[in-house]
Structure formats: C-alpha cells, structure tokens
C-alpha cells in the first residue's frame, strides 16, 4: 500500500503563510511528479501546482508569485510554500503522485487525505 499524507494546513489571516508538506511511503520504487490540488464546496478539484522529478513545475495562474512548489526526492516529499494568502485560497488541499509501486511497471496515481487551509478576511 501506497500512503499520501499530508500535513501543515490551519487557519491564517489574510496576507499571511503557511507551508504544506506531503509525504509518499509505502513500496515505491520511483515518482514520476507529486502536485497539489485543492476543492472548495460546490466546485471541482483544481490544480494549483505540481513539480516533476526533474524540478519542472506548473502552476496555476491564480497563485503564480504567491505559492511556490517544492521537493526532496530523497524524501518523496513534495511542499507547497503559500504566501501573501487571500480569503479565496481557503479550501481542502490535496497531494497527488504519479509513482511507480515496487515490483510493478506500471504508474499509478494516488490521493492525501487532504489537509484543510481556511483563510480569514
């Protein structure tokens, strides 16, 4: 079994930082690219950021010079620094891999939990 944790979610004024952390364990053998999503009530998951193996990164437009997504691959750890928060970032965010699981050759995808950030005005 694959896990995705995720952890560093809480309450924040306006303005203010916070840094979500996602760990991968379990039989890895390798990942592809972890990203972070998030979902508000009444709308659908969406992409904020993801990072590849590489170092590559995505990011949504809405948060493009306020979030900045990182990892430790040594970790299968991915992050997500937020900073200069606005009321509208308050949602359930979501770690997402693509990974490789031990003794298989074929990628899968997995969920966190989720970790819930909320935003005051």
């Known amino acids: 079994q694959v896990q995705l944790v995720e952890s560093g979610g809480g309450l924040v004024q306006a303005g203010g930082s916070l840094r979500l952390s996602c760990a991968a364990s379990?039989?890895?053998?390798?990942?592809?690219?972890m990203g972070w999503y998030r979902q508000t009530p009444g709308k659908q998951r969406e992409l904020v950021a993801t990072?590849?193996?590489?170092?590559?990164?995505t990011s949504a437009d809405s948060v493009k010079g306020r979030f900045t997504i990182s990892r430790d691959n040594a970790k299968n750890t991915v992050y997500l620094q937020m900073n200069s928060l606005k009321p509208e970032d308050t949602a359930v965010y979501y770690c997402?891999?693509?990974?490789?699981?031990?003794?298989?050759?074929?990628?899968?995808?997995?969920w966190g939990q989720g970790t819930q950030v909320t935003v005051s005005s």
């Open positions: 997402n891999a693509d990974l490789v699981v031990a003794l298989s050759s074929r990628q899968k995808n997995y």
């Open positions: 990072i590849a193996r590489g170092g590559v990164t």
């Open positions: 379990g039989s890895i053998f390798s990942i592809k690219s």
